[in-house]
């Protein structure tokens, strides 16, 4: 929610640009940003390979590798703020292993082209033959030049709503490569605890399109359901939440491992029971 003070001056700094011989690099950011810049030349820079070897009166280079660096730190904290909030029960080495999907180079990247970075960018190489990444590089100068101009609070509105929420489709995005069946099974063989994976509805949605809805009981029980468009996918979806219901409810856990310890106990025959409690 934009504040009155911040939306009044926004307009009072749109109208002044739209005076200006070269606004339309401000309302280019605004587009982007959703604010109006203080300090255009922290965008500039931002948006300034080092491949063009500028520098500046002082005879200092002049790229976006130093607001890179403080844009990467930057995201790193609001990345990791903001998946502790959304993941509320996992645990720390998913939180780990999906803040590092999110701020590694390839889906920044790919985020970058998507906010048409890479028609912005000034650089002196061909980004279409060289493997790099211009336009991460530049998102991350950018969040820095942000934090400069406007503060963390505004920067943390930008990452989270215009980032997360908009260009990455984050579930998936942290879920990729994340085996949950696996860990899953991990989980229960270490304990010698049983599994069992049951298909129990197929429908279809508005497009007709298949739609898979599994559960997972351990040692008998119920524990989780999952809905996927592939009955991989629901496996994959109801082993997340059995997961996250053993990490989130240790007693639960217990129960389990204490049902299939009774349940591998041998039991006596009735005559050596007897003979037992002569």
Known sequence: MISPLVWLENLQLKV??????????????YKLLGFCPRNIH???????????????????????????????????????VYLYRHYRHASEGFLTVARARIVCRKSLNEVGRKLGLHERVRNSINVSTHNNYLCGNALEALIGAIYLDRGYRVCQ?????????????????????????????????????????RLVEETRDEQSNPVFYS????????CARGKGYTK?????????????????????????????????SPVAPDGAAAEAGA
């Not at 820079?45 to 500028?54: F, K, P, Y």
């Not at 559960?215 to 119920?222: H, K």
């Not at 979806?237 to 389990?256: G, H, I, K, Q």
Request: proline share 1%; hydrophobic share 45%; charged share 30%.
């Open 215 to 222: 559960e997972v009981y351990i040692a008998g029980r119920f």
């Open 232 to 264: 991989k996918e629901s496996h994959q979806l109801a082993a997340r939440e059995a997961l996250s219901l053993l990490e989130s409810d240790a007693a639960f856990a217990e129960s389990l491992s204490c049902a299939a310890r009774e349940e591998a």
């Open 16 to 29: 002044r640009f739209f005076f200006r011989k070269d606004r339309e690099p401000y309302f280019f950011l």
């Open 42 to 80: 922290f965008y500039r820079v931002a948006l300034l390979h080092r491949s063009l070897s500028l520098t500046d009166a002082s005879g200092d280079k002049l790229n976006n590798e130093r607001l890179e660096f403080l844009g990467d730190s930057i995201l790193g904290s609001i990345v990791t």
């Open 157 to 197: 509105q930008f990452v989270e709503n215009r980032i997360l929420k908009q260009c990455m489709d984050l579930d998936k995005l942290v879920e990729q490569g994340e085996n949950f069946k696996s860990r899953l099974l991990e989980w229960a063989q270490g304990r010698h605890i049983a599994v069992d994976f």
